[in-house]
């Protein structure tokens, strides 16, 4: 099999990663460091990795991968990463997804402990077992448990909530479809969680330890034994029996172990027994203190040399040339993911390593830690020792003595931030950056605080350890997003009449997540100016079409449903008679408005009550909170049946005659359907409700049906409008036949601090008594009302504007400032702001409203409105531009 | 009312084979919400056990289902060409004083039978009263996920656990990004329940999550 490495074919085996097929062929020098250019090789075999990165060239590509990490498979091609990664520019086509997994018990690692703990479960009849993997398992697993290979938990959270990246594709050597999807990002639920996730070797402090070649001893030998890599000649540097135990499996898979210098003196027990017969030579009370390069930037020698227990070099010392330094400096349990739930870790001095403290469970969910990630084990022969590693005095030894090869950090930077005053290890991680690569500290976290610990003489237990946070390895922003990606992304939701919008130009807005027409192109080289001057005329003059299904939608239902919506409203519609309809604001608790909308009297005990666009699901939520938590007493019931019911808005002086040509068995005349008045009916065959109602002052009928007869109904519609020259309007041409008016829109005229009062509107709030002198029932927010903020005279209020030149149109947001105010002087007093913006077909002229402190009586004033480096004179008006006294409603 | 006129949010959009998954809109299922007040205890036969649901034998021929959605709230669906269903089932609010006897035979799971019934009959007139029952059919179209996959395929897009939806449960949650009632109809087959505007959004996100199984 043959995978390319920096341009070059490499030989690999089934079974490789590119680390291990890159050292069977002798590669040592895989990449350089990010910012000082020294070569890096692989210093480890799995996720510890911290020196060998490569970036994937072939397939989708991948700007950083530990190269331990990357299954060979044919055809694959990486280069060693220079420094940094970078994105590939080009999209990448695959498929990314998330699956959800609900289990009684999730084991992390599929390592010796990991797979007992799993088969322990099924002899005692759990239900549900999943182990997670990534890489080899120790052992077989029984068939009742669902393995996740290449699946590596990234984050584990509140309530057994863990989140799990898997890599699908890239080990396959076939190309996988197209429809298989990349990675999936899973998202667990377990009863009951079981850490089996190991533990890390520790590199040693030295000069030049980042040579390649320098690699954690037990990856050293496990690539011996697993990988058929043949090293030449190594020498051991260790601080435990496990370092003694790879010298062994080194030096029985054929590699020349030269030297094994161990810091610790005393030694006993098999393995020194073991090297003494194999005649290699153990130096105790040994350590390394340095390494010579060769030509390809590797290891060349390993400078030995007696040292103290604490790390003082005793000398003098002794060159040893090698191919490998097999260096152990300990084992650091791999706690990070029980930190993540609450678990404490608590520093063993017997074992040299922060474990996981199962004394003090304060944990958020059931976890449990085993095996060598809970520091579990027989103790060995011979106790190890607490060394961190040996440096020799000298200028500039302390910055080649790479504490994070992978951020650059040396001892020189740790020196440098304790020298600053620095004493909490998260200040000094932050100062230094160590810990803070791609491994994210799992080999470089512990070797830092034990320096830290020497330098300053404490114990590592009192510098304790830095946090660890999820995502435990980097995760892709493709897999994270799955398929919530493009059309995916965010609900396009669509009325009945969608598809004919489409047929027929319409350009669409988002609004809430509803598509709706902003306006329909007569061309494709209409402007949206002129093509909502041209709707906004059809409905002054002729006849216009609009879609209003959107609107929120509630019946409301129930023996007391009338008194509860006279608290819900500000005006009284207990009073209203079935078949009536009536225009109601909502407001919040501290008076402010909340909502608007048209409510219908079905019945005695039936209401419809329709909401703005955005507020439907607000305003159902508000209801069912105040009955559920204030009114459990009222006997009401709000239903949605905002998708139920289809809405089409016939507006204009020819819409009557629309209307009655799809309309058979109602009197639609002005003296039979009143303004405001509803009536059931067949609408082109199809069951549904005419109400005469107008948001653009013009006559108007609302056809309300079953959204299944929408398209019908408006289709039907639509045909009969041609002999009226019908024209679809959208909601731009909406908004502007809508504020000719004055009528307000809720979320643009308001933003929560406007009173009705505010907005011209307190025709609609009742008082507190009524004529005859008896109180009025309550309603939501009444008792703002009496604040002496709410009552102050000079409130914003709603104001129609009229440039002095009337071409010029304000932007929406524009300031309004004092005519001659200094606008060169900070800050300028601000007297309102420009909430509606349009040009008026009907007016032949720009228009405005806004908002003006006192403005209800400062009609006729001028004032400067200012936007950006521009400003423009306007004249404050009345709200309403057109037709004040009602005259057209009823056409 | 004539039924050649209506069109269904996906015009019965369907997708994939059976033998492993299918996707299909179900058009046009009646539906009507009730909401009910006070002694519905009394009543003892309509689940009150949220993600309940119960199997109703109607006066008709058709497959009627109650489901419990929340407290005193549920939701009755039926076959698309159950047209009387709706009916019949709001008369229950219309129709307060309806006799016992008539109502039972309506829907005969939802009540103990007569003399079963300990409580006088103004009381057992009073747990059949619905305060709500609200015509919701266009308000959600149905999907049916059909055939042996569809918990791989459901599992993508639904975060709770399929293991719990067992024939003849309900449950309601996020799709995705939008809401929706599941109704487990049979071993390989679930009803997916959204609301119409959310329709393609939904149609889609299924058949993008199915892709692998098809």
């Known amino acids: 099999m043959i995978f390319h490495f920096d341009g070059e074919p490499i030989a690999a085996r089934p079974g490789d990663t590119v680390a291990s097929a890159l050292l069977r062929v002798g590669k040592r020098a895989v990449a350089t460091s990010p910012y000082l250019d020294r070569p890096r090789g692989v210093t480890g075999i799995g996720e510890e990795e911290s020196g060998a990165f490569v970036q994937i060239v072939s397939g989708v590509g991948e700007p950083m991968r530990p190269s331990t990490r990357v299954e060979v498979v044919a055809g694959l091609v990486v280069r060693g990463l220079g420094g940094r990664g970078g994105l590939p520019v080009a999209p990448d086509p695959s498929r990314y997804d998330r699956a959800y997994l609900h289990c009684e018990v999730l084991v992390v690692g599929g390592g010796a402990a990991g797979v007992q703990a799993a088969t322990d479960a099924v002899e005692r009849g759990e239900g549900r077992i999943v182990l997670v993997h990534d890489g080899p398992l120790a052992m077989a697993v029984p068939d009742a448990i669902q393995v996740l290979q290449r699946t590596t938990v990234t984050g584990l959270f509140d309530a057994g909530h863990a989140v799990a990246l898997e890599r699908r594709t890239e080990h396959l050597l076939a190309q996988p479809s197209p429809d298989v999807a990349r990675m999936r990002v899973w998202h667990i639920r377990s009863a009951r969680t079981v850490l089996a996730t190991g533990a890390f070797e520790r590199p040693l402090a030295f000069a030049d330890n980042d040579r390649p070649g320098v690699l954690l001893a037990g990856a050293a030998a496990t690539y011996a034994t697993r990988h058929g890599v043949a090293w030449g000649r190594a020498v051991v540097v260790c601080t435990d029996d496990t370092g003694l135990a790879a010298a062994l499996a080194l030096h029985d898979a054929g590699t020349a172990v030269a030297v094994v210098a161990d810091v610790r003196t005393g030694l006993v027990g098999d393995a020194v027994r073991a090297l003494a017969e194999r005649g290699i030579d153990v130096r105790q009370g040994w350590s390394a203190v340095g390494t010579d390069a060769a030509a390809d930037g590797g290891v060349a020698a390993v400078e030995l040399t007696p040292v103290t227990p604490q790390g003082v070099v005793l000398g003098p010392g002794e060159r040893v040339p090698c191919d490998l330094v097999a260096v152990n400096g300990g084992w650091s349990p791999n706690v990070a993911l029980f930190t993540y739930v609450g678990g404490p870790v608590t520093w063993d001095a017997t074992r040299v390593a922060f474990v996981a403290d199962r004394a003090r469970p304060h944990l958020r969910s059931d976890v449990t830690v085993v095996g060598s990630a809970a520091g579990d084990g027989p103790m060995p022969a011979n106790p190890p020792a607490t060394f961190f590693g040996a440096v020799a005095n000298g200028p500039d030894i302390a910055s080649r003595v790479f504490i994070d090869p992978g951020r650059d950090a040396t001892l020189a930077d740790l020196h440098r931030a304790l020298g600053a005053g620095l004493r909490s290890v998260e200040h000094v991680k932050r100062y230094t950056t160590i810990g803070t690569g791609a491994d994210q500290g799992r080999t470089s976290g512990v070797l830092a605080i034990g320096l830290m610990a020497a330098t300053l003489g404490v114990s590592p237990g009192e510098v304790g350890t830095t946090t660890f946070r999820p995502p435990y390895v980097p995760l892709p922003f493709a897999a994270l997003a799955g398929r919530d990606r493009g059309r995916l992304s965010d609900p396009e939701r669509v009325t009945a009449m969608h598809d004919w919008h489409v047929e027929h130009g319409a350009v669409f807005e988002v609004v809430g997540q509803w598509q709706r027409p902003h306006y329909f192109a007569s061309t494709q080289d209409e402007s949206m100016a002129d093509a909502v001057l041209r709707e906004c005329a059809a409905v002054r003059t002729g006849v216009g079409m609009m879609d209003a299904s959107t609107l929120g939608k509630i019946d409301v239902r129930g023996p007391d449903a009338a008194t509860f919506l006279d608290r819900l409203y500000t005006n009284v519609m207990s009073k209203l008679q079935p078949g009536r309809a009536r225009y109601g604001v909502m407001c919040g608790a501290d008076g402010m408005v909340l909502d608007d909308g048209v409510v219908l009297r079905l019945a005695g005990d039936h209401f419809l009550v329709t909401t703005t666009t955005g507020g439907a699901a607000r305003v159902l939520e508000w209801m069912e909170e105040w009955l559920q938590t204030e009114w459990p007493d009222l006997r009401v019931w709000p239903t949605s049946v905002t998708d139920q019911i289809a809405t089409v808005v016939v507006a204009g002086p020819g819409s009557r005659d629309v209307v009655a040509a799809v309309v058979s068995d109602l009197d639609v005349s002005k003296e039979a359907l009143r303004y405001l008045a509803h009536a059931e009916t067949a609408i082109a065959g199809a069951p549904g409700r005419v109400t005469r109602v107008s948001f653009s002052g013009e006559l108007a009928f609302e056809l309300m049906v079953p959204a299944w007869y929408g398209d019908h109904v408006w289709r039907a519609a639509w045909q009969a409008g041609q002999a009226h020259g019908v024209t679809a309007y959208g909601t731009e041409a909406m908004h502007v036949l809508r504020a000719e008016k004055g009528f307000v829109i809720v979320g643009q005229e308001t933003d929560g601090t406007q009173t009705p009062d505010d907005l011209g509107l307190s025709w609609l709030v009742r008082k507190p008594v009524d004529r005859a002198g008896n109180p009025t029932p309550d309603f939501i927010g009444s008792r703002s009302f009496a604040r002496a903020d709410t009552r102050r005279p000079h409130r914003k209020q709603l104001v129609g504007l009229l440039p002095v030149d009337p071409q010029r149109q304000i932007p929406e947001g524009a300031q309004l400032v004092a005519v001659g105010a200094d606008l060169s002087t900070t800050p300028v007093p601000m007297l309102g702001h420009v909430t509606s913006s349009y040009r008026s077909a009907e007016l032949d002229r720009t228009f405005a409203l806004a908002l003006v402190a006192g403005g209800a009586d400062r009609h006729g004033e001028r004032l400067l409105a200012s936007f950006g480096a521009d400003d423009a004179e306007v004249v404050i008006t009345s709200p309403v531009f057109l037709d004040p006294e009602g005259a057209r409603r009823d056409g | ?214």
């Open chain 2, 1 to 214: 009312m004539t039924v050649e006129l209506r069109r269904s949010p996906l015009a019965g959009a369907a997708w994939g084979d059976a033998a492993t998954v299918a996707i299909a809109e179900v058009p046009f299922t009646p539906a009507v919400e009730l909401r009910g007040h006070g002694s519905l205890q009394a009543g003892a036969h309509l689940p009150e056990d949220v993600g309940e649901t119960r199997r109703l034998r109607s006066r008709s021929t058709f497959a009627r289902r109650v489901c419990c959605l929340g407290p005193q709230w549920w939701l009755v669906t039926g076959e698309p060409d159950d047209l009387t269903l709706v009916d019949e089932v709001t008369a229950l609010v219309d129709e307060v004083t309806a006799p016992v006897d008539e109502v039972t035979a309506l829907v005969d799971e939802v009540t103990a039978p007569v003399d079963e019934v300990t409580a006088p009959v103004d009381e057992v007139t009073a747990a059949v009263t619905f305060g709500s029952a609200v015509d919701v059919s266009a308000q959600r179209t149905r999907i049916d996920i059909i055939g042996p996959r569809w918990a791989d395929v459901l599992r993508h897009v639904w975060p709770r656990d399929l293991a719990t939806l067992t024939v003849d449960t309900c449950a309601q949650g996020l799709l995705g990004r939008a809401q929706a009632l599941l109704i487990r109809e049979a071993d390989d087959r679930v009803a997916v329940h959204v609301r119409a505007s959310f329709a393609r959004y939904a149609y889609a996100l299924l058949t993008d999550a199915a892709t692998e199984y098809a």
